[in-house]
T-cell receptor, first 118, second 112 residues
Framework: GAVVSQHPSRVICKSGTSVKIECRSL??????MFWYRQFPKQSLMLMAT?????????EQGVEKDKFLINHASLTLSTLTVTSAHPEDSSFYIC??????????????FGEGSWLTVV | GEDVEQSLFLSVREGDSSVINCTYT??????LYWYKQEPGAGLQLLTY?????DMKQDQRLTVLLNKKDKHLSLRIADTQTGDSAIYFC????????????FGSGTRLLVRP
Protein backbone atom coordinates (compact mmCIF):
# COMPACT_ATOMS: atom_id res chain seq x y z
CA GLY A 1 0.00 0.00 0.00
CA ALA A 2 0.92 3.66 -0.21
CA VAL A 3 3.53 4.84 2.25
CA VAL A 4 4.18 8.23 3.75
CA SER A 5 7.49 8.69 5.47
CA GLN A 6 8.36 11.34 8.03
CA HIS A 7 11.85 12.29 9.05
CA PRO A 8 13.15 12.62 11.66
CA SER A 9 10.97 10.42 13.83
CA ARG A 10 12.41 12.06 16.94
CA VAL A 11 14.32 15.29 17.31
CA ILE A 12 15.56 17.31 20.25
CA CYS A 13 16.54 20.90 19.68
CA LYS A 14 17.59 23.84 21.79
CA SER A 15 15.21 26.67 22.50
CA GLY A 16 15.58 29.42 19.90
CA THR A 17 16.76 27.19 17.09
CA SER A 18 14.79 26.01 14.06
CA VAL A 19 14.00 22.45 13.14
CA LYS A 20 12.75 20.97 9.88
CA ILE A 21 10.50 17.93 9.55
CA GLU A 22 10.08 16.21 6.20
CA CYS A 23 7.05 14.38 4.89
CA ARG A 24 7.51 12.25 1.80
CA SER A 25 5.08 10.20 -0.24
CA LEU A 26 7.21 7.24 -1.28
CA UNK A 27 5.24 5.61 -4.05
CA UNK A 28 2.64 8.11 -5.14
CA UNK A 29 2.26 11.75 -6.01
CA UNK A 30 0.58 13.99 -3.49
CA UNK A 31 -0.82 17.30 -4.64
CA UNK A 32 -2.02 18.00 -1.14
CA MET A 33 -0.41 17.25 2.19
CA PHE A 34 -1.66 18.10 5.65
CA TRP A 35 0.20 18.85 8.86
CA TYR A 36 -1.28 17.98 12.22
CA ARG A 37 -0.13 18.52 15.76
CA GLN A 38 -0.99 16.22 18.62
CA PHE A 39 -0.45 16.93 22.30
CA PRO A 40 -0.19 13.99 24.69
CA LYS A 41 -3.51 12.21 25.17
CA GLN A 42 -5.25 14.66 22.89
CA SER A 43 -6.64 14.62 19.40
CA LEU A 44 -5.00 15.72 16.18
CA MET A 45 -5.25 19.39 15.44
CA LEU A 46 -4.99 20.40 11.80
CA MET A 47 -2.33 23.07 11.41
CA ALA A 48 -2.24 23.68 7.69
CA THR A 49 -2.93 22.34 4.24
CA UNK A 50 0.08 22.21 1.99
CA UNK A 51 -0.48 22.47 -1.75
CA UNK A 52 2.27 21.69 -4.23
CA UNK A 53 3.59 24.80 -5.87
CA UNK A 54 1.54 27.26 -3.86
CA UNK A 55 1.35 28.77 -0.42
CA UNK A 56 0.06 26.69 2.43
CA UNK A 57 -3.34 27.38 3.91
CA UNK A 58 -3.13 27.75 7.66
CA GLU A 59 -5.87 27.03 10.15
CA GLN A 60 -7.07 29.77 12.44
CA GLY A 61 -4.70 30.41 15.32
CA VAL A 62 -1.65 28.82 13.68
CA GLU A 63 1.23 31.24 13.18
CA LYS A 64 2.39 31.00 9.60
CA ASP A 65 5.68 32.74 10.36
CA LYS A 66 6.47 30.25 13.08
CA PHE A 67 5.46 27.10 11.25
CA LEU A 68 6.87 27.42 7.76
CA ILE A 69 5.52 24.94 5.24
CA ASN A 70 7.04 24.25 1.87
CA HIS A 71 5.62 21.84 -0.69
CA ALA A 72 8.11 22.12 -3.50
CA SER A 73 7.44 18.81 -5.21
CA LEU A 74 4.66 16.28 -5.56
CA THR A 75 6.35 13.96 -3.10
CA LEU A 76 7.78 16.24 -0.43
CA SER A 77 6.43 18.73 2.07
CA THR A 78 8.47 20.22 4.89
CA LEU A 79 7.45 21.83 8.15
CA THR A 80 9.99 24.13 9.76
CA VAL A 81 9.41 25.19 13.34
CA THR A 82 11.27 28.48 13.66
CA SER A 83 12.68 29.86 16.90
CA ALA A 84 11.38 26.83 18.73
CA HIS A 85 10.26 27.09 22.34
CA PRO A 86 9.47 24.36 24.86
CA GLU A 87 5.75 24.85 24.27
CA ASP A 88 6.30 23.77 20.65
CA SER A 89 7.24 20.32 21.91
CA SER A 90 4.66 17.99 20.44
CA PHE A 91 3.98 15.11 18.08
CA TYR A 92 3.69 16.34 14.49
CA ILE A 93 1.96 14.13 11.93
CA CYS A 94 1.61 14.66 8.22
CA UNK A 95 -0.80 13.09 5.79
CA UNK A 96 -0.81 13.03 2.02
CA UNK A 97 -3.64 12.78 -0.44
CA UNK A 98 -2.95 10.77 -3.55
CA UNK A 99 -3.34 12.96 -6.63
CA UNK A 100 -6.33 12.00 -8.69
CA UNK A 101 -7.76 9.92 -5.88
CA UNK A 102 -11.49 10.20 -5.47
CA UNK A 103 -12.36 7.39 -3.14
CA UNK A 104 -12.19 7.47 0.62
CA UNK A 105 -8.96 5.60 1.09
CA UNK A 106 -6.53 7.92 -0.63
CA UNK A 107 -5.29 9.87 2.40
CA UNK A 108 -2.27 8.30 4.01
CA PHE A 109 -0.58 9.24 7.28
CA GLY A 110 3.04 9.32 8.22
CA GLU A 111 4.37 7.77 11.43
CA GLY A 112 4.77 11.13 13.10
CA SER A 113 7.71 13.12 14.43
CA TRP A 114 8.34 13.79 18.09
CA LEU A 115 9.78 17.24 18.71
CA THR A 116 11.26 18.09 22.09
CA VAL A 117 12.53 21.61 22.65
CA VAL A 118 14.87 21.99 25.62
CA GLY B 1 -18.42 23.27 20.02
CA GLU B 2 -16.38 20.39 18.72
CA ASP B 3 -17.10 19.19 15.20
CA VAL B 4 -16.56 15.56 16.11
CA GLU B 5 -17.20 14.06 19.54
CA GLN B 6 -16.33 10.74 21.07
CA SER B 7 -16.48 9.20 24.50
CA LEU B 8 -13.04 9.16 26.07
CA PHE B 9 -12.72 5.65 27.42
CA LEU B 10 -14.04 2.14 26.91
CA SER B 11 -13.05 -1.02 28.75
CA VAL B 12 -14.09 -4.49 27.57
CA ARG B 13 -13.17 -8.06 28.33
CA GLU B 14 -11.19 -10.04 25.78
CA GLY B 15 -13.54 -11.89 23.43
CA ASP B 16 -16.41 -9.45 23.91
CA SER B 17 -17.53 -6.95 21.31
CA SER B 18 -16.51 -3.31 21.56
CA VAL B 19 -18.64 -0.46 20.28
CA ILE B 20 -17.09 2.96 19.92
CA ASN B 21 -19.42 5.84 19.17
CA CYS B 22 -18.91 9.15 17.43
CA THR B 23 -21.09 12.11 16.56
CA TYR B 24 -20.30 14.74 13.97
CA THR B 25 -21.86 18.00 12.91
CA UNK B 26 -21.13 18.54 9.24
CA UNK B 27 -24.06 17.08 7.33
CA UNK B 28 -22.17 17.53 4.08
CA UNK B 29 -19.32 15.23 5.11
CA UNK B 30 -18.54 12.87 2.27
CA UNK B 31 -16.46 10.24 4.02
CA LEU B 32 -16.18 9.19 7.64
CA TYR B 33 -13.17 7.33 8.92
CA TRP B 34 -11.94 5.25 11.80
CA TYR B 35 -8.27 5.33 12.68
CA LYS B 36 -6.30 3.40 15.27
CA GLN B 37 -3.32 4.87 17.11
CA GLU B 38 -1.02 2.83 19.31
CA PRO B 39 1.21 4.56 21.87
CA GLY B 40 3.86 6.74 20.26
CA ALA B 41 2.87 5.77 16.75
CA GLY B 42 1.13 7.32 13.79
CA LEU B 43 -2.38 6.66 12.59
CA GLN B 44 -3.51 3.44 10.98
CA LEU B 45 -6.59 3.64 8.79
CA LEU B 46 -8.97 0.91 9.89
CA THR B 47 -11.94 1.56 7.67
CA TYR B 48 -14.02 4.29 6.14
CA UNK B 49 -17.58 4.70 4.96
CA UNK B 50 -19.07 6.83 2.26
CA UNK B 51 -21.87 9.07 3.44
CA UNK B 52 -24.51 7.41 1.27
CA UNK B 53 -23.97 4.07 2.98
CA ASP B 54 -25.40 3.03 6.32
CA MET B 55 -23.26 0.01 7.06
CA LYS B 56 -19.92 -1.42 6.10
CA GLN B 57 -18.38 -4.65 7.33
CA ASP B 58 -14.74 -5.59 7.06
CA GLN B 59 -13.75 -8.78 8.87
CA ARG B 60 -14.11 -8.05 12.60
CA LEU B 61 -15.05 -4.43 12.02
CA THR B 62 -18.56 -3.14 11.41
CA VAL B 63 -19.26 0.52 10.81
CA LEU B 64 -22.78 1.87 11.21
CA LEU B 65 -23.73 5.31 9.99
CA ASN B 66 -26.91 7.12 10.95
CA LYS B 67 -26.79 10.15 8.76
CA LYS B 68 -30.00 11.62 10.12
CA ASP B 69 -28.58 11.68 13.65
CA LYS B 70 -25.01 12.27 12.45
CA HIS B 71 -23.90 9.25 14.44
CA LEU B 72 -21.15 6.85 13.53
CA SER B 73 -20.14 3.71 15.37
CA LEU B 74 -17.37 1.15 15.12
CA ARG B 75 -18.01 -2.36 16.36
CA ILE B 76 -15.06 -4.66 16.92
CA ALA B 77 -16.07 -8.28 17.23
CA ASP B 78 -14.11 -10.73 19.38
CA THR B 79 -11.95 -7.95 20.81
CA GLN B 80 -8.36 -8.95 21.49
CA THR B 81 -5.71 -7.44 23.76
CA GLY B 82 -3.92 -6.23 20.65
CA ASP B 83 -6.92 -4.03 19.92
CA SER B 84 -6.07 -1.88 22.94
CA ALA B 85 -5.32 1.55 21.48
CA ILE B 86 -6.87 4.94 20.86
CA TYR B 87 -9.52 5.03 18.17
CA PHE B 88 -10.26 8.25 16.32
CA CYS B 89 -13.20 8.95 14.12
CA UNK B 90 -12.77 11.63 11.51
CA UNK B 91 -14.97 13.36 9.00
CA UNK B 92 -13.94 14.63 5.62
CA UNK B 93 -15.27 18.11 5.21
CA UNK B 94 -17.94 18.47 2.57
CA UNK B 95 -15.92 20.94 0.56
CA UNK B 96 -13.03 20.33 -1.84
CA UNK B 97 -10.35 20.79 0.80
CA UNK B 98 -10.07 17.08 1.72
CA UNK B 99 -9.38 18.17 5.28
CA UNK B 100 -10.03 15.61 7.99
CA UNK B 101 -11.46 16.75 11.30
CA PHE B 102 -10.75 14.35 14.12
CA GLY B 103 -12.64 13.50 17.25
CA SER B 104 -10.98 13.48 20.63
CA GLY B 105 -10.26 9.77 20.46
CA THR B 106 -11.58 6.85 22.51
CA ARG B 107 -9.09 4.88 24.53
CA LEU B 108 -10.00 1.21 24.33
CA LEU B 109 -8.67 -1.06 27.05
CA VAL B 110 -9.10 -4.79 26.56
CA ARG B 111 -8.88 -6.78 29.79
CA PRO B 112 -7.65 -10.38 29.63
Amino acid sequence: GAVVSQHPSRVICKSGTSVKIECRSLDFQATTMFWYRQFPKQSLMLMATSNEGSKATYEQGVEKDKFLINHASLTLSTLTVTSAHPEDSSFYICSARESGGSSGNTIYFGEGSWLTVV
Amino acid sequence: GEDVEQSLFLSVREGDSSVINCTYTDSSSTYLYWYKQEPGAGLQLLTYIFSNMDMKQDQRLTVLLNKKDKHLSLRIADTQTGDSAIYFCAESKGDSSYKLIFGSGTRLLVRP
